[in-house]
């Protein structure tokens, strides 16, 4: 009975869930952007837009981690809200990465290329659409699950596009140095959709604590 009263009178933010919510929201838009950028048209604007969500993601990231500190209880571990929320912030920053190195590279899209960048919507939409069950983790054991099931499809669709698009091109007549940008530009991609993937990893992670 003390500790509970204890606990009531401590400093309490019940916004995290809130915070994952507008992140992975944010990443959703970001990957939509990405995968505009695939499309050939419009680079500049679609990079700008691309950077306004990172910085908007970031600013999300850097409110969870001061709430970490101003709080006494938190949904879950401490440890597990950080490592949450900058994993979430790794996928969109792996984005901007992306992007700003395929302005330089100035490659050609490939179907592969874009067929992987779609599949970096479904993961991180399906990401999106689980992250309100943390509210109730022991109830919604399922919801995670499915999202786990969702975001490993589209990692596993990713890597086959994968193979098939470096296969095409080492086939190809290209030089050797366009080889080598071509398979970065593909591992660049992969590196979104797999970022998704350790999303999934954490929040199964945490589940497995709280269930």
């Given at each position: 009975m003390v500790l509970r009263?204890?606990?009531k009178l401590m400093p309490r933010d019940e916004r995290f869930v809130e915070?994952?919510?507008r992140h992975s929201a944010i990443v959703v838009q970001g990957a939509e952007e990405f995968r505009k950028i695939l499309s050939g048209t419009d680079y500049e604007a679609h990079c700008q837009e691309l950077f306004r969500l990172e910085d908007a993601a970031d600013d999300?990231?850097?409110?969870t981690v001061h709430a970490v500190h101003r709080s006494f209880i938190t949904p879950f571990d401490r440890s597990e809200v950080l490592e949450l929320i900058s994993t979430l912030d790794d996928v969109i920053d792996i984005m901007k990465d992306a992007a700003k190195?395929?302005?330089?590279?100035k490659v050609a899209f490939t179907p592969e290329m874009i067929g992987m960048a779609d599949c970096a919507i479904r993961a991180s939409t399906a990401i999106r659409d689980a992250m309100p069950a943390l509210?109730?983790?022991g109830r919604n054991e399922a919801v995670f699950a499915a999202m786990q099931q969702k975001v490993r499809a589209a990692e596993s669709?990713?890597?086959?596009l994968l193979q098939r698009?470096?296969?095409?091109?080492f086939a190809g007549s290209d030089s050797a140095g366009d080889k080598l940008i071509g398979e970065r530009v593909y591992e660049l991609i992969?590196?979104?959709v797999d970022r998704c993937e350790d999303v999934t990893d954490v929040i199964a992670g945490i589940v497995v604590e709280h269930v």
């Open positions: 009263l204890f606990r915070r994952f919510c999300i990231t850097k409110e190195r395929m302005g330089l590279y509210n109730a983790i669709e990713a890597d086959e698009g470096l296969k095409t091109l992969e590196a979104v």
